[in-house]
């Protein structure tokens, strides 16, 4: 899994957006090095859902946090994809019903 941080500046979240780019680099290479033998690998960011990592960014100060308040707008708006969205687009990912246009993807925004 990745995230939008991968290649979106959030201040606050250095270690967080560099892991996530590295996710896509190394799924990237991957799917190159793989592809002659029939594998595929993809880096799917599910876009927003309301989870516990997303209840702390909205708690955090914004001194500690610039960003924060990106998050707390989208609670307010509730326009989270829900777990069961970003299920049923892995499951038509692998069961191949989705072709990707790339290695790294978002899913589409549910609402």
Do not use: I
């Amino acid at each position: 899994m990745t995230s939008g941080a991968a290649r979106t500046v959030y201040e606050g979240m250095a270690v967080y957006c560099a892991s996530k780019a590295a996710v896509d680099m190394a799924t990237e290479v991957a799917a190159r090095e793989e592809a002659a033998h029939g594998l595929v690998a993809y880096a799917v960011a599910p876009g927003m859902v309301d989870t516990a990592m997303q209840v702390l960014m909205r708690e955090t100060p914004v001194d500690r946090l610039p960003t924060a308040g990106r998050f707390v707008a989208v609670k307010e708006a509730e326009a989270f994809n829900s777990s069961a969205w970003v299920a049923r687009f892995l499951l038509d990912l692998v069961e191949g019903r989705k072709r990707p246009e790339g290695v790294v993807m978002r899913v589409p925004d549910e609402r």
